[in-house]
């Protein structure tokens, strides 16, 4: 399993924060393990929670138009790629 | 028992190319000569389609009680053609030359006016394209429904041809959850409706088993989830079909608000189905005809089916 970047743990921390995942460790989860339907136990529904968290910390829109939403959600990884690449500077 | 599929391995009710040619016939014929159409056409499905037969004795000797005749199952595959065909003439011509009761509008309009977006949630009862009439009426409120366009061409292709406005709006489910969610709570923002069925589980999408008609039936979690997610009111919505030219539109207040914890889904999401599945067997009595689920709606997880 690869280790997390520092935006990775970042990142991780915050959905289990945000969606009270009381029972997992952010630096434990698999950035390549599906985001979904996975060990998190999480639903793709709660995309919405995850796009909420995200938008109020990083403070860009995750919108449900954008062509790569399927790549974006499918991973810590992708999401992260993703943030790093819109997030607000400063 | 082989024929036993999955909902999603049977035809939509006709192919592209049968609702292009009763489109064109019932538009330019009219209402009273589709309606004609619709005998021969209930009777040609009905001495062809074995599986949807077969789905419609199972169902109607669980509302009845008995194993029902030819009769009763002509009715149910008639009021599906019939309903087929309003389709059409709803969507392209609203409620003109139909008698549409409402139940419940001031219930709709009171949430709708709460400006956070209402999530109507519908089965395969009746005609939902019933709804159309409402958007007409309150044009000012957009209407946003959730459907798999790849799983349904025939009627994807009906709506964006008919009724182009409704057509753009569709949430294409195909796109998957995190799409459906997002698309949802931008619509909600706005104060839309967001409309969808919760009553077919895709495939591979989570399902739970609840009482209906009495025996256990899976049913679909998404939509509760997704309602949770919006923190939304919802409301049920049925678009019944009562004979002739007259439907009666529903919406019934279900919950100002669905909660689910992560830590209690399971029972949660039970509670919900168990509550929705009461008022799918409640229209079953007031509409037994309505039911337009041709699939054996009891069939198990594993492709096993219950026996009746």
Redesign the interface.
């Known amino acids: 399993m690869a280790e997390l970047t520092p935006a990775q743990h970042e990142l991780a921390t915050l959905i289990v924060e945000s969606l009270n995942l009381e029972a997992v460790d952010p630096a434990k989860i698999d950035p390549d393990a599906p985001l979904f339907g996975g060990e998190l136990g999480l639903d793709s529904i709660d995309a919405l929670e995850i796009a909420l968290a995200v938008s109020k910390r990083y403070g860009f829109q995750l919108r449900s138009d954008h062509p790569d939403n399927q790549r974006i959600f499918a991973s810590l990884r992708g999401l992260s790629t993703f943030v790093e690449a819109h997030r607000a500077s400063g | 028992m082989s024929e036993a599929r999955h909902w999603r391995q049977h035809r939509e009710g006709g192919s592209r190319f049968a609702y292009r040619v009763i489109r064109l016939l019932a538009l330019h014929g009219g209402r009273r000569f589709g309606r004609l159409l619709m005998y021969p056409v209930t009777l040609y499905f009905f001495l062809r389609r074995g599986a949807e037969r077969r789905a419609s004795r199972q169902y109607l000797a669980r509302v009845f009680g008995r194993s029902p005749g030819p009769w009763p199952m002509l009715r149910q595959f008639h009021a599906y053609a019939v309903t087929t065909l309003d389709r059409i003439f709803l969507l392209a011509h609203g409620e003109r030359g139909f008698a549409i009761e409402i139940e419940g509008l001031a219930e709709l309009e009171r949430r709708i006016a709460e400006g956070r977006g209402v999530l109507l949630v519908g089965s395969h009862q009746g005609s939902f394209e019933a709804l159309r009439v409402l958007s007409a009426r309150r044009p000012d409120v957009p209407l946003r429904v959730v459907l798999d366009k790849s799983r349904t061409p025939a009627m994807t292709e009906l709506l964006e041809a008919l009724a182009p406005d409704v057509g753009a709006a569709v949430?294409d489910a195909a796109?998957?959850?995190?799409?459906?969610?997002?698309?949802a709570?931008?619509a909600c923002r706005q104060g839309a409706m967001v409309a969808l069925l919760a009553d077919r589980a895709g495939e591979h999408e989570?399902q739970r088993a609840v009482d209906f008609l009495g025996a256990p039936a899976q049913l679909p979690v998404?939509p509760w989830?997704?309602a949770?997610?919006?923190k939304v009111p919802v409301l049920l919505c049925f678009g019944l079909y009562l004979g002739g030219n007259r439907y009666r539109l529903v919406f019934e207040p279900f919950a100002e608000r669905v909660a689910i914890p992560?830590g209690q889904r399971g029972p949660a999401l039970d509670a919900l189905l168990t509550r929705y599945a009461q008022r799918l067997e409640h229209y079953v009595r007031v509409a037994p005809y309505n039911w337009f689920n041709f699939h054996d709606f009891w069939q198990r997880p594993g492709g096993d089916p219950a026996s009746v």
């Open positions: 949430i796109q998957g959850g995190a799409h459906v969610v997002l698309a709570a931008e989570a998404g989830l997704l949770n997610a919006l992560r």
